[in-house]
């Protein structure tokens, strides 16, 4: 079972971005596909406020027919944040994400923002977990050393 921190260890870009909470909608969906996230953690006075998503965008922008230039960041914004802690491990990030219908978990340690993972890292640590299993499985029932 991996943890939190082990899956922030092995991201190929741990880089947590984000935006203010007064900056245009357009300019957060740009910074998302620049960056080929699906998230941007929105922080004020160096606290995070909120997370916007792409989701955000699609239901409280698009569909409404809102304008993405004149529409603030605060206004379509997830507020509060659910986060979890480094020692959390895939399966309960997994349920929690499941169970309240979210993609995006940041990761705080003693109060300190220290990453974000997406469903997308849950899985593949899941995948690899189960492959390793399977490994040792077929090592043990083959007889055939590693």
């Known amino acids: 079972m991996s943890t939190v921190a082990e899956i ?5 870009d ?18 998302m596909a ?9 922080i004020d006075a160096g606290q995070v406020v909120g997370i916007v998503t792409e989701r955000d965008y699609a239901r409280k922008v698009v569909l409404m ?3 993405s230039k004149a529409t603030p960041v605060r206004d379509i914004m997830g507020s509060p944040v659910m986060f979890v802690e480094p020692g959390r491990t895939s399966e309960e990030c997994m349920a929690l994400m499941t169970e309240n219908r979210v993609r995006h978990l ?9 990453g974000l993972v997406s469903i997308g890292d849950i899985v593949k640590h ?9 490994e ?6 083959t007889g055939q050393p590693r």
């Open 8 to 12: 922030l260890k092995s991201k190929s």
């Open 65 to 67: 027919n809102r304008s």
């Open 136 to 141: 040792q499985l077929e090592h043990y029932v």
């Open 126 to 134: 899941i995948i690899s977990d189960q492959q390793f299993v399977i």
């Open 106 to 114: 940041p990761v705080f340690d003693q109060g300190k923002l220290v």
């Open 34 to 42: 620049q960056k080929n996230i699906g998230a941007l953690l929105v």
């Open 14 to 31: 741990p880089s947590l971005y984000s935006i203010a909470p007064t900056a245009a909608v357009l300019e957060a969906v740009q910074v």
